[in-house]
């Protein structure tokens, strides 16, 4: 197996003037043909804010940074702090005009790096019982 | 922004004898802490074998390799060849011992690189109307 794989940033995140969108770069505009169809999408951004080594070393933390949560692995939380930054969010579309997707909401700083978008298909795992800890 | 980020492997599905499984590497073990608090988990592994030039500069593609679905934009689909090689899957955790994951099942090859591993929240999007296209 490769010990690295490269990630491109494919657009940036924009939140200005209480507008919230996603700005995908002209050269990846043609991958966009048909996400109107849709509703929802599954957003990969990248938690630029903590690509150093430090933060991408940091194995374990509490929960919504709450210490009276306990400890927990990163692969065990949502965290921002993880091996790898990918960050994973479901948004609704209100309007897709060119390269631009406008978005109800995103919890994004604004000028994250997007590193994919998927259309959102309900998977099946949530017709079946969901078991969650306390702490969620 | 940076022009690209790096990824690292941090486990590797594998498929044998029946059974499926995430082998998480040792240096990465404390990052699982709490995670058999959850049912499912969210999985990121990497399309590895679509991992060169031709087939990330692929942005259009027929729906489920059918010729019959319409010519999507690939940020409209699931498909395997995108821009950044990011599968997402969620799946039912059926035991955890030490560093491997023993899943029901996942869509992927033997050998796929895991590249971030994520509780499962099921999202509040879910609760809102969903519209999908002829093709799903």
């Known amino acids: 197996?490769?010990?690295r794989f490269d990630i491109f940033p494919v657009g940036v995140i924009r939140?200005?003037?209480?507008?919230?969108?996603i700005e995908i770069f002209e050269k990846y505009g043609d991958?966009?043909?048909?996400?109107?169809?849709?509703?929802h999408i599954t957003v990969c951004y990248w938690f630029h804010e903590n690509d150093n080594h430090e933060k991408r070393n940091t194995l374990q933390v509490h929960p919504r940074k709450d210490k009276n949560n306990p400890l927990r692995g990163v692969f065990a939380t949502h965290s921002p702090l993880r091996p790898n930054l990918i960050a994973i969010s479901i948004c609704k579309i209100l309007s897709i005009k060119d390269t631009t997707i406008?978005?109800?909401k995103i919890d994004a700083l604004d000028g994250s790096?997007?590193?994919d978008i998927k259309c959102f298909i309900p998977s099946r795992a949530l017709t079946s019982e969901i078991k969650l800890p306390d702490w969620v």
Chains 1, 2 share one sequence.
């Not at 991958?31 to 509703?39: N, T």
């Open 113 to 115: 790096p997007i590193i």
């Open 102 to 104: 406008f978005i109800e």
């Open 1 to 3: 197996m490769k010990d």
């Open 15 to 21: 939140k200005q003037n209480g507008d919230v969108c």
């Open 31 to 39: 991958a966009l043909l048909g996400l109107d169809d849709f509703s």
